[in-house]
């Protein structure tokens, strides 16, 4: 076995994003994705499930080499890795099991719309894909291809777009009355341990935040709602509920179902849509939303581009677009958001 040493921290570092075969396109601020994806998967090759614990203790000597910040705690750099676990399961390139245990998910293709390119999705590290490594364009957990090379596309599926963003096949208001339509609700027998808050776009000022949307009381109105509470240390509970003249007569729960792409189906029906605001910064555009977006469109966003959070703001998200901006834009209207002009 041959040692190689290496006489400045520059060198080690250039030698472990040759080893993770980082092409120019992938920041160090980027590359705790690849790391993570080549840990996850190098542990668990032989048992087919790698233990977050061992997982975050392999990776983190590499996270510190490579990202170059002496002063940062251990602790904080392990943060930083679980929460790239996290993302990584969201874009689904891992999966995790229970008992703390995480896998590579199956390498696949996901084509974008408009002839945009192609996802590479998966746990399987970019060292391991006999390519060149700048044929890739690293974005955040997510590796994109202007063009698939032809030896790739022979071994990996594609997947349909729509799948892997989640995004239902039905118009927003369609699907809006189809969630409506199949859950059944039972009779509602008040406890005065809760309390309940109701979501009333048509009530709210024309172009609201939709978290300003939100009331403790239903008013006098009839119809079909949706509710929620919060329960002990902060978690939030929804309901889809029916009241009668401001009282909740039946109820329901409302699990699995994107609340949120549901809120944007009741702005649209209440006809008081929110608001995109634009700015210009340098020479590309800049979306600044008050209200958040549904899973599936911050799953396809952060294909697309980046998202700030400004501190003295946290409400606000501020998103770029560095390809295919009017898709983006085109899936902002889907959800009957207002784009305002540039300023």
């Not at 668990?44 to 002496?70: K, Q, Y």
């Not at 969201?90 to 408009?114: I, M, N």
């Amino acid at each position: 076995m041959s040692v190689e040493v290496f006489q400045t921290s520059k060198e080690a570092v250039q030698a472990a994003r040759r080893v993770l075969d980082l092409g120019a396109t992938c920041k160090a601020s980027q590359s705790r994705y690849e790391i993570m994806r080549a840990t996850v998967w190098g542990i668990a090759g032989p048992s087919g499930t790698a233990h977050v614990n061992r997982v975050l203790g392999c990776a983190l000597p590499t996270w510190r080499l490579i990202s170059e910040r002496a002063s940062v705690s251990e602790e904080h750099f392990r943060a930083e890795l679980r929460d790239a676990l996290s993302t990584l399961q969201d874009s689904g390139d891992l999966v995790e099991l229970s008992g703390g245990y995480w896998a590579p998910a199956t390498a696949r293709f996901v084509a974008l719309p408009e002839h945009a390119g192609s996802l590479l999705v998966g746990g399987v590290p970019s060292a391991l894909l006999s390519i060149d490594r700048n044929l890739i364009q690293h974005h955040g957990p997510y590796r994109h291809f202007a063009n698939v090379p032809l030896v790739l596309t022979e071994s990996l599926p594609v997947e349909a777009f729509l799948s892997w963003a989640r995004l239902p096949d039905l118009p927003l208001p369609d699907w809006g009355q189809s969630v409506i339509d199949s859950l059944e609700r039972v009779t509602y027998l008040p406890d005065k341990s809760e309390a309940f808050e109701f979501y009333l776009p048509e009530k709210a000022r024309p172009g609201t935040p939709q978290f300003k949307r939100w009331s403790a009381d239903a008013a006098n109105i009839t119809g079909t709602v949706l509710a929620r509470r919060t329960r002990l240390y902060g978690a939030r509970e929804y309901r889809l509920v029916d009241v009668r003249s401001g009282k909740i007569v039946s109820a329901c729960e409302f699990q699995d179902i994107d609340v949120r792409r549901f809120m944007y189906a009741l702005d649209m029906a209440a006809k008081n849509p929110v608001h995109a605001r634009q700015f210009r910064v340098g020479d590309r555009r800049q979306w600044h939303f008050t209200s958040e977006l549904p899973r599936a469109e911050q799953r396809m966003f952060a294909a697309l581009g980046s998202v700030t959070i400004p501190g003295d703001r946290p409400f606000e998200r501020r998103w770029m677009f560095y390809r295919n901006e009017e898709l983006a834009l085109g899936m902002l209207r889907s959800l009957g958001i207002v784009i305002g002009q540039v300023s």
